[in-house]
């Protein structure tokens, strides 16, 4: 059930997408929750959870908040270019804590990888891609990753992220992912 809502949304985003004026990739009937979130209603009436756009500390704050008011069961990630570490290591501790699956449609780099590798299962849409580097305060930004990113399993891949500069980044296709276990699935 979940891989055709993404699916689905995946489609609208890609074939309907809203001007660059709010989201990116949500559709103009999207409803902004603020921070970058949207709440975005398929045909079937199923609605699903979006995040596109940078996370910041109203991201975190507005995702928490959702969690405690509503019945969510994952985050789809249309496009982000990363944001606040600490913001999405907020969000990705209580995306591991509710069990809750998170999906990539186009891109997701830096810190929004951080949310990513949260989920329960991980989707990844065919084309999409993952984008790793290190923070842009590198000491400081790899004494609060290291510990975040080897809870979940991924230890190796952070140390390699952070062998590439900020201003660099470390692209991975949905295969990497996948070989990386970043991912569980990708979706065609």
Known sequence: MVRKLLAALAFAALTACAPPMNGLLVSPEARDLGGGLYIERLADGQQLLVLDGEITGETSFRFQ???????????????????????????GRAIEKANLNTAVLVSCRSACVDIFIAGETRSIAEGAELGLH???????GYSIDKPYWTSFGFGAVNERAYRVAFDEIWLLTPEEALELNLATEILR
Do not use: C, K, R, Y
């Open 134 to 140: 290190a923070s842009n305060n590198p000491e400081f």
């Open 65 to 91: 908040a959702l969690l405690e008011q509503a019945d969510v069961t994952g985050l789809v990630i249309a496009q982000s270019p990363g944001g606040t570490l600490l913001a999405a290591h907020q969000i």
